[in-house]
């Protein structure tokens, strides 16, 4: 950090008007009532592996934090608050404002909470944010390995469109201003829905549930394996946007092996779930049968060589 503008002076200048009001304290204390467990989670994104050094600092802090925010949905917490280490190589002012801004923003439009604390030090740009949630005590969890055969598959929204935007970034020729259909997908990937009021209302209806960060393919191969069954996908019952359809011909290989969704896919009873619920569209993708842990489609086994984000 320069001289100039200092540790505590950034914290002071940029942070603290977003965050509770003890956010300069050693820790976050949080009451937790008699009635109520807490989820936490933690996501790590790191320049030029999660996102571009390059791109607008708003739009590095709303993704950071939206994308932690999907782990809570994920398991059906309401957000009580959130920290963030944020790294950067130099202090400085206006880029620091506009993350500051970016965070706010997103954390009023999910309402995440306050931001409780963090850490901030000099180095190459990385950001942390650890998300903490509530659930009520005696609940059913919603892990992994609850799926049963008999299940049919379900997945929020579309799926495939962040990975068209990540596409759209690594273009190697700027097409210009984008126009609806390339925004659609660009806003995709930058600002994922976290679809927590999606999950807080699958209590006592679904099974497992898994956010769908590294691909479709590869997140269900990892619920099948918990669960010890077998996933079986309709490719023809994937639900694709408009807007992916039109950036490429083979949209149904960024819907299953893409990344970067952040919907949920989740196993219930079949006709458990409508196709709308709490105004997020909900598609049935498959069915759970007993067998080898595995997940086909079309009849084909798919492997983990098939897609999806590998972090190694």
């Not at 880029?95 to 923003?105: H, M, P, R, V, Y």
């Not at 997945?155 to 201003?177: C, H, I, Y």
């Not at 952040?262 to 049968?289: D, H, N, W």
Request: net charge negative.
């Amino acid at each position: 950090m320069s001289d100039s503008l200092g540790e505590f002076e950034i914290i002071r200048r940029y942070f603290a008007p977003i965050g509770a009001a003890d956010i300069g304290e050693d820790c976050a204390v949080l009451d937790c009532p008699a009635d109520r467990r807490i989820a936490l989670s933690i996501d790590a994104q790191l320049a030029d592996v999660h996102f571009p050094a390059a791109a607008e600092p708003a739009a590095i802090a709303g993704r950071a934090l939206r994308c932690a925010l999907s782990d809570l949905a994920a398991e059906g917490a309401r957000p009580l608050g959130f920290l963030v280490a944020l790294s950067v190589p130099r202090a400085e002012p206006s880029w620091l404002e506009s993350f500051a801004a970016g965070l706010a923003d997103s954390a009023r439009q999910c309402t995440a909470g306050a931001l409780l604390g963090g850490d901030l030090t000099r180095g190459s740009l990385a950001v942390t944010v650890q998300v903490l949630g509530e659930l009520p005590l005696h609940s059913p969890r919603f892990v992994r390995s609850a799926a049963r055969a008999g299940d049919a598959l379900y997945v929020s929204g579309t799926l495939g469109d962040a990975a068209g935007g990540l596409q759209l970034l690594q273009a190697a020729e700027p097409t210009g201003d984008p126009v609806a259909w390339q925004r659609e997908l660009l806003s995709r990937y930058w600002r994922p829905e976290p679809r927590l009021a999606l999950g807080q209302a699958l209590r006592g209806v679904a099974h497992a549930v898994i956010d769908l960060s590294d691909g479709l393919l590869a997140d269900l191969g990892q619920l099948a394996r918990a669960s010890n069954v077998c996933c079986e996908l309709d490719s023809a019952k994937l639900p694709i946007s408009t807007a992916l359809r039109q950036l490429c011909d083979d949209p149904e290989r960024l819907a299953l092996s893409g990344g970067d969704d952040y919907e949920l896919c989740f196993s219930a009873a079949p006709g458990a779930v409508p196709p709308s619920l709490v105004g997020v569209p909900c598609c049935c993708i498959g069915q759970v049968r007993a067998g080898e842990p595995q997940v086909l489609c079309a009849g084909v086994e798919q492997g983990e060589g098939e897609g999806g984000w590998r972090h190694f």
